[in-house]
């Protein structure tokens, strides 16, 4: 049997390099709800680092209340919120793939 064990990380909480040695998938922030670029850039480093699998974990923009207040979105404005922060990640990502999105 063959267990994905996942965490959400680069959300700025302290704890990447101490978790990436205990999992195979990583949820990495895309900044909005939480993090920013030098997280990402760090949690992508240990990834690669320990051979752990990248996910996208896109949010709203909402750091205030870490991505978890309900909002009533525009039409189109999820979509492209999303297609923002995955373009940022794949920019931040360099030659490492993202193997799946895990929306927030």
Known sequence: MEIDLNADLGEGA???AELMPLITSANVCCGLHAGGPV??????????QHGV????????ADREHFGRRDLEPRPGEVAAVCRY???????????GVIRYVKPH
Do not use: K, N, S, W
């Open 14 to 16: 302290g704890f990447d």
């Open 39 to 48: 997280e990402i850039v760090h949690t992508l480093a240990l990834a690669r």
């Open 53 to 60: 699998a990248v996910g996208a974990h896109p949010g709203y």
């Open 85 to 95: 922060q995955l373009g940022g990640l794949m920019g931040l990502t360099g030659a």
